[in-house]
């Protein structure tokens, strides 16, 4: 029998919690993820890809727990070194994460496609499932805001998420292409199910669906594509997602979340907080499932990827069922 395979969805911080918990389960040949490169962008002259490095050090288990970003046991003599020559340091690069912004840039300087550099450097740090940016093409996220149109990290890092939002932009997105490597998972006959982990979906998913192509395979994929909230009881778990509704006049619900995806996902994992929603989620022709999707520990993680996988498993059984009576 052909070994099956799942895909995540991911952005940054929150997404790679339930991601690890997925590793947990999932070994390398039936499990990867598709990841935001949305946020990169080019800073001291280096290739700077968040998204991506937060899900390797995570994986690799090198991941800072404090701050959620950057790596464990870092140390900050180059950004002390670079104040003190009076240069940037708004966004903070710590010793040993310089080194993956360095080896990075020196490979894409060289000609090599970011989707083979990170499978590279994620080997280096012992990461064994894939790991696939969104595109090897350049897409970034800029926030409109009623103070102008801004760069993610200076929206993000350096104005701390302050100014009011009114919409987004990915630049670059209508002229870029999605890779073989994920092209060859998203249409592969053995995609038992897709998982949209618990990101901002305005800075961490949309930018993946708007890469052409990604959206549409979602819609005609054969498995089922399911997501997890990411907000829970009227509030996002971390960062900016609730905040930004509220300043575009969106309601701040989980069942908006799951509509804004109502045209590729079968099915939507809502926290225990959210149970009495399950109604109206299913209103929109979505299934819905309830469990604890708040994580704090690793045995989080993993019962979230677990129930996960059991929803998957009950779409596809249902799934099937139907295109019985069909027939
Ligand atoms: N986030 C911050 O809030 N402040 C920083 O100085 C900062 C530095 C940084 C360096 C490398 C890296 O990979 C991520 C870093 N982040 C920092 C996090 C990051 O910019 C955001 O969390 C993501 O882009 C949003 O997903």
């Known amino acids: 029998m052909a070994t099956p395979r799942y895909l995540a969805i991911t952005g940054g911080i929150g997404g790679a919690k339930l991601a690890l918990g997925l590793s947990r389960i999932l070994g390398s040949d039936e499990l990867a993820f ?4 949305g946020d990169d962008f080019e800073h001291l002259g280096l290739h700077i890809s968040p998204d991506i490095d937060t899900l390797v050090y995570t994986l690799a288990g090198e991941s800072n727990l404090d701050s959620g970003w950057g790596r464990s046991g870092e140390s900050w003599q180059f950004m002390a070194a670079v104040a003190a020559l009076g240069g940037e340091t708004w966004f ?3 010793d040993k994460d310089l080194a993956m912004h360095v080896e990075r840039t020196r490979r894409l300087v060289e000609g090599q496609k970011l989707t083979p550099v990170t499978a590279c450097l994620a080997t280096a740090l012992g990461v064994t499932h894939r790991i696939l940016p969104m595109s090897d093409d350049a897409i970034r996220t800029v926030v ?5 149109d801004l760069d993610f990290q200076h929206y993000f890092v350096r104005d701390k998420c302050e100014p009011i939002v009114t919409g987004f932009d ?10 073989s490597e994920l092209a060859e998972w998203l249409q592969s006959d053995d995609l038992s199910g897709v998982i949209v982990c618990p990101s901002n979906p305005f800075v961490s998913i949309d930018p993946i669906l708007a890469v052409p192509g990604l959206r549409e395979a979602l819609q005609h994929c054969a ?14 778990i971390r ?10 006049a969106i309601p701040p619900t989980t069942a908006w979340v799951a509509g804004h995806y109502r045209d590729f996902l079968q099915g939507f994992i809502v926290d225990t907080l959210d149970a009495a929603i399950k109604p109206d989620i299913e209103e929109l022709g979505i299934a819905s499932h309830v469990t604890q999707t708040v994580m704090q520990t690793l045995d989080d993680r993993v019962h979230l990827a677990d129930a996960c996988l059991e929803f998957i498993a009950q779409l596809s059984q249902s799934q099937r069922a139907t295109t019985k009576i069909k027939e």
Do not use: D, W
């Open 223 to 236: 498995a089922p594509v399911i997501a997890v909230s990411p907000i829970v009881g009227g509030l996002a």
């Open 170 to 179: 990915f630049s670059g997105a209508e002229h870029a292409s999605l890779t």
């Open 92 to 94: 903070r690069l710590g």
């Open 239 to 248: 960062g900016p997602t609730v905040k930004m509704m509220q300043e575009m």
């Open 144 to 148: 409109h805001t009623t103070q102008g």
């Open 34 to 37: 598709i990841v935001n490169t």
